[in-house]
């Protein structure tokens, strides 16, 4: 999907992007998102995982697999994947904040292989569940 930046599903996702840093602990905009197909978002975590501690650790979310926690690369190639959440493609912003929790804590969450939540041609719910994520716009007053 291709979102126009400022349309309801854009702030959805941006405002859902958000909610999971906050439910992290984190403050401000230690976050991003890309609204380009695929649509991506990204959160660096403070914590590094045990098996790589001279790597940082990052949340990665996509429109097809939903959050995978991932380290960063030395060499500014793409980050490496290490385990995806495998639950929904939008879970509860709490959700992710517990798999990233356990990431650090070095329990091994999640599953290996990306789920299959929906493919490029996917006809369904999420713009809908994205849009219910969108803050209300802006009330001009005349």
Request: one cysteine or more; proline letters at 9%; glycine letters at 8%.
């Amino acid at each position: 999907m291709e979102l126009e930046p400022r349309s309801r599903t854009a702030r959805g996702l941006r405002r859902y992007v958000r909610l999971v840093s906050e439910a992290l602990g984190q403050s401000g905009d230690a976050f991003w998102v890309h609204v380009d197909s695929p649509a991506t978002g990204y959160v660096p975590l403070d914590g590094r995982a045990p098996a790589f501690p001279d790597r940082d650790l990052a949340l990665l979310w996509d429109e097809r697999h939903g959050w995978c926690g991932a380290i960063e690369t030395a060499s500014g190639e793409d980050l490496i994947v290490l385990s995806y959440l495998g639950v929904d493609v939008v879970p509860p912003p709490r959700v992710v904040a517990k798999f990233a929790e356990e990431l650090i804590a070095g329990m091994g969450p999640g599953q290996a292989e990306p789920p299959a939540f929906r493919s490029a041609e996917a006809d369904d719910d999420l713009l809908e569940r994205l849009n219910q994520y969108a803050p209300a716009p802006d009330l001009q007053l005349i």
